[in-house]
Structures are given as structure tokens and as C-alpha cells.
């Protein structure tokens, strides 16, 4: 009877373990799907007012949640703002890594033109992104994202020029991402109708750059 017994506190103790954590997977599913509203409004505000005009109380607005609701996720516009970026960072990320299957088969001035479309059409697709540029406020991605997309590159480097080191690849991939990416401010502060003028040329920086080191090997630049 005594061990009966003891199985009997036993599965109802698992029972009421199990009935917690049922009620705790939908409550995060809907804390996710709650901070994903709440981000999709505040880019939508961003879009539309700008990072310094936007308040919080329009965030709530349009996520149609109480202010408080928005602070329980994010203390300040400032942590918006940061998950964004994260976000958009891994967003743009993928959209690269998605290239390269293509590139393989691309001149290097095709390459080079995919290679800074991909970014224009993703500004296009995310209006937020050009005004949280101008952000005030400090961010890194993670190191370890940041190096993985540029490992990709260099490894698409090799292939396009097999006499290339792994180290200089590297470096190559990271002096022409850092140049891709220093075109945001340029083409964020710039009118509407001379953006495309400095989109082409960045392609030309890019492509001189790329025609220039993945036709030289290593041992002609020491």
C-alpha cells in the first residue's frame, strides 16, 4: 500500500508538472508573438516619423497595446532600436548567404552588382532601416555572426581566385563588406533622386577592388 501510494503522489506530481508547462508554452509563444507586433509597429513609426520624432506612446499606439504592455518588453526606444538592429543584421545576413549558390556562376562585376543590390533592396523592403542609422546609440552584432558571414565571402573569394591565401581572403572579405557597408550613411542622408547615382558608385569601388585583388596573387603584392 505504502508504494501505491508513493506512485500516486508521484504521477500527480508529474500531472501537475506537465499541466505547468503547458500553460507556460503557449504564455511564450504569445510573449514572442507579442514582442514581434510590438516591433513590427515601432519599425512602422520609425519608417514614417523618423528615430528622433518617434515616442513610445505611438509605438503602443500602433501595436493597439497599453504603454505598459510595451515597457514590460522594452525599457526604452533605445532597446527597440537595438533589437531592430539585431534583427536586421540577420535578415541581411541571410539575404547574402542566399547569394551564394548564384555567385558562383557570376562575372565579378555581376557579383559585385549583386552584391550592393541585395542592400538596396533590402533598405527598400525595410523603410526603418535607413532612419535607425541615424540613431544615436552604440551596436555591434555578435563577433561570431559577424565573422561567420564574412567566412562565407571569403570562401566564395577561394573559389573565384584558388591562388588566394585563407587569411587574405578573410581580409578581403572584410575590407569589402566594411565598404558595402559605409555606403548606409551616404545613401541614408542623401535625396531621394541622387541615391541611385551613389549606389553605382559604390559598384565601381567594389568591382575595381574585387577585378584588382582576385586577379593578383598573393606572392605579386609582397
Known amino acids: 500500500m505504502r508504494g501505491t501510494s508513493c506512485l ?17 508554452v503557449p504564455q511564450q509563444q504569445r510573449g514572442e508573438r507579442r514582442v514581434a507586433e510590438v516591433l513590427e509597429a515601432a519599425a512602422a513609426v520609425f519608417a514614417e516619423a523618423g528615430y528622433e520624432s518617434a515616442t513610445m506612446t505611438q509605438i503602443a499606439e500602433r501595436a493597439h497595446a497599453s504603454i505598459g504592455a510595451v515597457y514590460q518588453y522594452f525599457p526604452n526606444k533605445e532597446a ?11 535578415e541581411m545576413e541571410a539575404r547574402w548567404t542566399l547569394l551564394d549558390p548564384e555567385f558562383s556562376g557570376l562575372t565579378v562585376k555581376q557579383m559585385s552588382d549583386r552584391l550592393i543590390d541585395v542592400l538596396v533592396e533590402f533598405m527598400a523592403d525595410r523603410p526603418a532601416y ?25 570562401d566564395l573569394f577561394c573559389r573565384k581566385s584558388p591562388s588566394l591565401s585563407k587569411d587574405t581572403a578573410l581580409r578581403m ?44 596573387p598573393d606572392h605579386e603584392l609582397k
Do not use: H, W
Open 130 to 154: 535607413v532612419p535607425l542609422l541615424s540613431a544615436p546609440l552604440s551596436f555591434k552584432r555578435d563577433e561570431a555572426a559577424r565573422n561567420r558571414l564574412r567566412e562565407r565571402f571569403a
Open 173 to 216: 572579405a572584410n575590407v569589402t563588406l566594411e565598404v558595402v557597408k559605409s555606403m548606409n550613411p551616404l545613401y541614408a542622408d542623401a535625396k531621394v533622386k541622387d541615391r541611385l547615382e551613389i549606389v553605382q558608385e559604390y559598384k565601381l569601388v567594389v568591382i575595381a577592388y574585387l577585378e584588382s585583388r582576385l586577379r593578383t
Open 8 to 24: 500516486c503522489v508521484y504521477n500527480m506530481s508529474m500531472s501537475s508538472d506537465l499541466s505547468k508547462l503547458k500553460r507556460r
Open 80 to 90: 527597440i532600436v537595438r533589437a531592430l538592429r539585431s534583427q536586421y543584421g540577420e
